[in-house]
């Protein structure tokens, strides 16, 4: 099982984005699924979780106030060939990611080493782009789209259940 931590988009978001997407129709190969549509906040890897780890995963994350979600952009992605919906990067994102990876420690939870290096890009991954000439530039076009957040879900995914790519294992409470 690939298991990973995210927070969902929800449809008052997901109209601007796929109404900027217009905008990509002419280098946009394919696009993803909406249902698919998630923010990684934390790829915890090919593993079997516990009961025990579900329990202290899904402990709740206090903030003093719900967070505002900003979705600044849309614009190529810095994985090969992608679209992606940019989040504006935030302290309390930041935060709520060290809390996940010490929650996993605590656990014994081993995170792939890439993800626990690699520099926290908040995104979400809306389409694929055709292979385009090095010298065709992807412009970036701006979304400016927000909601609160208030909880964040551990799921597995499913790659050969299509109509079901991700089983929610777990919610993760965001309280005040």
């Known amino acids: 099982m690939s298991a990973f931590i995210a927070f969902t988009i929800p449809n008052s978001a997901i109209a601007p984005i796929r109404d900027t997407m217009r905008s990509y129709q002419d280098v946009l190969a394919t696009s993803v699924s909406q249902e698919k549509w998630h923010c990684t906040m934390l790829y915890i890897g090919n593993i079997n979780l516990s009961d025990e780890d579900m329990q202290a995963l899904a402990q ?5 106030f719900h967070p505002v979600i900003t979705i600044l952009s849309l614009g190529e992605g810095k994985a090969k060939n992608q679209l992606w919906a940019y989040v504006q990067v935030q ?20 995170i792939p ?18 292979q385009t000439p090095q010298h ?7 979304v400016k789209t927000t909601f609160s957040l ?7 995914s499913n790659p050969s259940i299509p109509t079901a790519p991700y089983e929610q294992l777990a919610v993760i409470p965001i309280t005040p």
């Open 60 to 64: 709740p994350i206090r903030q003093s």
């Open 91 to 110: 302290t309390f994102l930041q935060d709520m990611r060290n809390e996940l990876l010490a929650r996993c420690k605590g656990r014994e939870i081993t």
């Open 113 to 130: 080493e890439d993800e626990r290096i690699k520099e926290f890009i908040p995104h979400i991954h809306v389409g694929n782009i055709q």
């Open 136 to 142: 065709i530039a992807i412009i970036d076009t701006p």
């Open 150 to 156: 208030s909880e964040l879900v551990v799921y597995k």
